[in-house]
């Protein structure tokens, strides 16, 4: 079982739907990231948190941390918002100082 | 405001080529990441670096190696590339676990090399 679970592993939405995006892990965390790859690879760190919630413009990232459960909701979404999006999570008792472990992603595609 | 640069976007080499990738950062961080992507694996720590001449394996070191002779950058090295080699190399890098100011920090990438071996 991996240890960082993000679904859907797919999704397309029309432009202007609001839109959420699960990420559940199985170990102690001390931070959970958000990241955003585009086409041609290059990623972006969106939301780095580790309590309650963070918004950034139409973005909003929260996480629970007893229910060791993080969700990416995307309000009025737009075509640019194309994207792969990862979860990442830093743990408490990782082997590699400073690693993260990553879920495989969500493919969102939003059309015109 | 470009934080993590790598030397080429796009590369095709022959099997059994020497390969270097390079990544450089202007942060002044002392962590230093080399990942692979590949469809339906998601990303995977190849090498990681907390220091200058430092490095730790990852999950997937085989038939790679690293260098670090400056703060700044960080070198993946094919010794002899395969096909099953090919991929999307991502780079990232971040400050120290406990910084003193802070346990946690954030991770910033490059915008990845794809990597065709032939």
Same mark, same amino acid.
């Given at each position: 079982k991996n240890e960082v679970e993000q679904s859907p592993q797919n999704l397309t939405a029309q432009e202007g739907e609001f839109i959420t995006i699960n990420c559940s892990y199985s170990v102690g965390i001390?931070? %959970? *990231?958000?990241?955003?790859?585009?086409?041609?690879?290059?990623?972006?760190? %969106?939301?780095?948190?580790s309590s309650g919630k963070k918004k950034h413009g139409r973005l909003i990232a929260t996480i629970n941390i007893q229910e060791k459960h993080s969700s990416l909701h995307i309000?009025?979404? *737009?075509p640019r918002d194309s994207?792969?999006?990862?979860?990442? /999570?830093?743990? /408490?008792?990782?082997?590699?100082?400073?690693?993260l472990i990553f879920g495989k992603g969500t493919k969102l595609s939003v059309k015109p | 405001?470009?934080?993590?640069?790598? !030397? !080429?976007?796009? +590369?095709?080499?022959?099997?059994?080529?020497?390969?270097? +990738?390079?990544?450089?950062q202007d942060m002044d961080h002392e962590n230093m990441f080399w990942y692979r992507q590949d469809p339906g694996l998601g990303l995977r720590l190849i090498y990681f670096s907390y220091?200058?001449?430092m490095k730790e394996k990852g999950d997937i070191p085989e038939g790679y190696s690293v260098s670090r002779e400056k703060k700044e950058r960080f070198s993946l090295i094919l010794e002899s590339a395969s096909t099953n080699q090919t991929s999307m190399y991502l780079c990232a890098s971040s400050?120290?676990?406990v910084t003193g100011r802070s346990m946690n920090t954030e991770a910033f990438f490059g915008q990845g090399t794809r990597l065709t071996v032939v």
């Amino acid at each position: 079982k991996n240890e960082v679970e993000q679904s859907p592993q797919n999704l397309t939405a029309q432009e202007g739907e609001f839109i959420t995006i699960n990420c559940s892990y199985s170990v102690g965390i001390s931070a %959970l *990231h958000w990241l955003q790859q585009h086409p041609g690879g290059g990623i972006v760190s %969106l939301f780095m948190l580790s309590s309650g919630k963070k918004k950034h413009g139409r973005l909003i990232a929260t996480i629970n941390i007893q229910e060791k459960h993080s969700s990416l909701h995307i309000t009025a979404s *737009h075509p640019r918002d194309s994207a792969v999006y990862i979860c990442a /999570v830093k743990t /408490v008792n990782g082997g590699s100082q400073g690693n993260l472990i990553f879920g495989k992603g969500t493919k969102l595609s939003v059309k015109p | 405001d470009v934080k993590v640069t790598q !030397s !080429s976007r796009y +590369l095709v080499k022959r099997t059994g080529e020497k390969v270097f +990738l390079e990544c450089v950062q202007d942060m002044d961080h002392e962590n230093m990441f080399w990942y692979r992507q590949d469809p339906g694996l998601g990303l995977r720590l190849i090498y990681f670096s907390y220091d200058v001449k430092m490095k730790e394996k990852g999950d997937i070191p085989e038939g790679y190696s690293v260098s670090r002779e400056k703060k700044e950058r960080f070198s993946l090295i094919l010794e002899s590339a395969s096909t099953n080699q090919t991929s999307m190399y991502l780079c990232a890098s971040s400050a120290p676990w406990v910084t003193g100011r802070s346990m946690n920090t954030e991770a910033f990438f490059g915008q990845g090399t794809r990597l065709t071996v032939v």
